[in-house]
């Protein structure tokens, strides 16, 4: 299969590979995916006090699209509020990257867990509020 | 320009050995009659080069040239042998065949097919290994089992399947016995005179020869009768008809000329090189070795890497050509049907590579593979969640997934 | 001794520029066009490219090709393929196909079909007339050949594609014969399967290609690891497939030379045979132009092909497949001719190799061994 050049690109240098302090009460965590599909992403967010990601790392077992993809949206993700996180369309990613037919689902799952990590943090939010 | 990538993909399909096509290239340009025009040199000089080398497939396993039936390969091979065997002998013998869940496509879907025209069929379970059990076996036939179909070597996974116990079984419960080897020859020692197997299939392009040409067995002793498949000029007595491609034909009978001469001191040299493989794959953690390793072909290593994904990890080796499960049906992301058939994971099935040697891989091209195997793994598990679970001692098998 | 090459019909020389394009493939480039590793992909680009070049050499799009091991595995493929997924009725070949047609046709009789077969005139045309009244039956497919492999008559399969259509009938046309002889095109014959050969236009044998209307529901020969979107199962012939593809390439840019050169030499040839008093079957019909099928009175083909082999001219007594038996060819008595006359028929076809200067030699040799047994004849009796 023809993997596009943005793709090679992230699959061979992928950005912020890594893992944040999953019991920091600003870090949200999204894993979505199942082995056996093939696909597990790990998202992790910080999140700053004004709602802004401060940063973002990943993992993720799958294949070349998949760690593309989760890669992608770390560099989407930092900077932006978690609102404008959450309204991340899995057909951007894809447009971006230009994922062939078969791999679509490399962006949905990435869409997944952004929503995954979003509501994360707004449950670790509304947790601390109502302490 | 970047380097070829070094080939071990031995299993989906060999080079020509140049040996081979030296022989081939005359029969191309100056000798290049039809061997079934009977009137003048051109066709008596083809007809001459085709019975040389049906000698030649014959010698490799100890049959008799008039055993050998030319078709257009391993696929048509085992069509012919299954539909014809099993529409001969159906008002006879009966409507039930038995296969193996592992066997190739090549075997399955001819199989699938004699069911859609009624007849039934057991697809019988490897044991983990991927060895048949006889025991097994034994009770799958039926009073009206007609045809069973067992492979010789897998070309996933190398086990040697013990067709000469499997044939003795057969034999005596009157059951017509095929066996596809097209990933046998040069490999294992075939010697039809004793085994009790009545049909089997051969390949020219696994074994050094040209794409496109291969041979059916056909016992004349017990005689075992085939409905052709393939109706014209009568050619192959009438079994099967068409033209025969004289140089490929030629290319296959030289190919198994050498692979009769050379095939114990290369399978020698072959299994040392799997070995230092073997070995220096083994030194990666979680990594599982599919199938059987004493009854398997020294050629073939299938290994599934736990915790990386199986095409991030092809990518990952551009440096080599390999297989991640058969060549025939790779272009499908579903896991290996065969490594699921031996209770593998999907997970460790989708992981799975198959490295498999041959006449013209080196040493260095194994201490590189070894090298690029270890580097890339390391990268991937980096960025694999499943591993960094798995190294904080949680239990991946007891993780509640999220349908998807 | 120069043997002289006039068995063209029944395979030809492979062309220098063919072997080139197939070298890399035969050693270099051994992959299997199904893996997904540079060495796959280099197969599976060669062998989407002589799809192209096929389908430009027969008129047809690229996905209508099937790739197959040979013409008769093409032929087999659209008569069983065809007729196993459509209820029996009746099927239609004509008098004159090569046994890899008709006997498949025979075959569906014990599924229930029933094999007719339309009759031919004496110029070895299809007899349009018959063909209309066979059509009274529910008829599926009709299988007719564009070319004939011995007189090298012409069939107007347009026509009886036309005719068929009307009836609903499906139209397989075996069109081995005609490519690199005539022009051929898919979508202008209104045929729904064609078998085009590569060795019979200069590429190797190994290679053959069912010209497939893909809105018709076919079922495969071969089964197993789906290659040719599951209609033919089996590893790609790949250096036989890129060399068909070239000899394609070059049958079509040398049609009219080819024309030209052959047709100048059965002039030749047949001037000379009317001296000799031959009989030439199909003569007043459309033939293409390379092939000339005669006999002589009184003379028996199989003595005469001897004789004119050891002088040094490979020719044919009938086409090459049915060479085995002592039958006298079929297409001749289909055609009307005596078993006697037909039972000494001689086929010489030719190709762009010959020359005038072979034509002239093998009339000569001709003459005097016509003298030579009937002399023997004239003892004898």
């Known amino acids: 299969m023809a993997y596009s050049d943005k793709v090679l690109d992230h699959y061979e240098n992928p950005r912020n590979v890594g893992s944040l302090d999953k019991n920091d009460p600003t870090v949200g965590t999204g894993m979505v995916g199942a082995p056996a599909c093939g696909d597990v992403m790990k998202l992790m967010i910080k999140v700053n006090e004004n709602g802004i990601i401060e940063d973002a790392k990943f993992k993720t077992y799958g294949c070349g699209s998949a760690i593309a993809s989760s890669s992608l949206v770390t560099e989407w993700l930092k900077g932006r509020t978690i609102e404008e996180a959450y309204a991340i369309k899995n057909t951007a990613i894809a447009e971006e990257l230009a994922l062939p037919p078969v791999k679509i689902h490399c962006s949905v799952l990435a869409e997944d867990a952004i929503k995954a990590a979003v509501a994360d943090i707004k449950a670790k939010q509304s947790a601390k509020a109502t302490i | 320009m970047e380097r070829p990538p070094i080939y071990l993909d031995y299993s989906a399909t060999t080079p020509v050995d140049i040996r081979v096509a030296e022989k081939m290239i005359p029969y191309l340009t100056e000798h290049y009659g039809n061997p079934a025009s009977r009137s003048h040199p051109y066709g008596w000089t083809a007809e001459k080069a085709v019975e040389n080398a049906r000698e030649e497939v014959a010698k490799l396993v100890n049959a008799d040239p008039r055993e050998i039936v030319w078709t257009s390969g391993a696929t048509e091979s085992n069509n012919l042998a299954i539909k014809g065997a099993a529409n001969f002998y159906a008002s006879t013998k009966g409507k039930h065949i038995i296969t193996i869940a592992t066997e190739h496509k090549a075997v399955i879907d001819p199989v699938r097919e004699l069911e859609r025209q009624g007849f039934t069929a057991t697809y019988l379970e490897p044991e983990p290994d991927g060895l048949v059990d006889l025991v097994k076996f034994k009770a799958a036939i039926q009073p009206d089992t007609v045809l069973a179909s067992v492979m010789l070597v897998n070309n996933e996974i190398g086990v040697i399947q013990d067709i000469e116990a499997i044939g003795d079984i057969c034999r005596e419960a009157g059951v017509i016995f095929h066996v596809d080897a097209a990933q046998a020859t040069g490999k294992v020692k075939i010697d039809l005179a004793s085994l009790a197997v009545d049909l089997m299939s051969f390949s020219a392009h696994k074994t050094y020869g040209p794409k496109g040409v291969g041979a059916l067995y056909v016992c004349r002793k017990p005689r075992i009768r085939i409905e052709a498949q393939m109706h014209g000029g009568g050619h192959e007595r009438g079994m099967r008809s068409g033209t025969l491609a004289t140089h490929q034909i030629v290319g296959m009978g030289e190919a198994f000329r050498i692979a009769r001469e050379e095939m114990a001191s290369e399978n020698e040299r072959i299994r040392m090189l799997r070995d230092r493989l073997l070995a220096g794959l083994q030194d990666i953690e979680e990594t599982y070795v599919n199938g059987d390793l004493a009854h398997r072909i020294p050629h073939n290593l299938n290994i599934s890497f736990n915790y990386v994904e199986g095409e991030s990890l092809i990518m990952a080796i551009k440096g080599i050509a390999v297989s991640s499960g058969s060549a025939c049906t790779s272009a499908s992301l579903e896991p290996s049907y065969v490594l699921r058939a031996l209770g593998r994971s999907d997970e460790l099935a989708h992981s799975s590579i198959r490295f498999s040697i041959g006449r013209f891989t080196t040493e260095a091209d194994v201490d590189y593979t070894i090298r690029l195997l270890k580097d890339k793994i390391e990268k991937l598990r980096e960025l694999s969640p499943l591993w960094e679970m798995f190294k904080d001692g949680i239990d991946i098998s007891k993780v509640q997934w999220a349908a998807h | 001794m120069t043997t002289a090459y006039f068995d063209h019909n029944s395979t030809t020389a492979l062309k220098t520029e063919v072997l080139e394009a197939m070298l890399p493939f035969m050693v270099k480039q051994h992959g299997n066009a199904t893996s997904r590793h540079v060495y796959g992909r280099t197969a599976r680009a060669a062998v989407e490219h002589a799809r192209e070049q096929v389908a430009n050499a027969v008129g047809a799009y690229a996905n209508q090709i099937v790739f197959t091991a040979s013409g008769t595995e093409a032929n087999n493929f659209a008569v069983r393929g065809i007729c196993n997924n459509l209820a029996p009725a009746q099927i239609l070949t004509s008098a004159i196909e090569h046994p890899c047609v008709s006997r498949p046709a025979l075959t569906m009789q014990a599924h229930g079909w029933q094999a007719s077969s339309i009759q031919v005139n004496g110029d070895c045309n299809i007899d349009m007339a018959h063909l209309q009244k066979l059509l009274q039956t529910p008829t599926h497919l009709i299988s007719a050949m564009l070319v004939n492999n011995e007189t090298g008559a012409i069939q107007d399969i347009a026509a009886a594609a036309a005719i068929a259509r009307q009836h609903k009938a499906y139209v397989h046309t075996d069109a081995v014969q005609a490519l690199g002889k005539i022009p051929v095109d898919f979508f202008a014959l209104g045929v729904h399967a064609m078998t085009v050969s590569s060795h019979k236009i200069g590429g190797p044998l190994g290679a053959g290609a069912l010209v497939l209307d893909k809105r018709i529901d076919i079922q495969p020969l071969l089964y197993g690891g789906g290659q040719e979107k599951g209609l033919r199962s089996g590893t790609e012939n790949v250096s036989a497939i890129v060399g068909f593809g070239a000899a394609c390439e070059l049958a079509v840019k040398n049609l009219s030379a080819f024309d030209a050169h052959t047709a100048n030499l059965r002039h ?114």
């Open chain 3, 268 to 381: 030749h040839l047949e001037v000379g045979l009317a001296k000799l008093k031959a009989v030439v079957f199909g003569y007043n019909g459309l033939r293409v132009a390379n092939t000339s099928f005669f006999a002589f009175n009184n003379i028996e083909g199989e003595t005469l092909v001897t004789a004119l082999d050891k002088a040094g001219f490979a020719v044919a007594s009938g086409s090459a497949c049915s060479s085995d038996s002592t039958e006298p060819s079929h297409v001749l008595l289909a055609m009307g001719v005596p078993e006697y006359l037909a039972r000494g028929a001689v086929r010489v076809s030719f190709g762009l190799s010959n020359t005038i200067e072979e034509v002239e030699h093998f009339l000569l040799t001709l003459k005097q061994e016509l003298t030579r047994l009937s002399n023997l004849t004239a003892i004898a009796a």
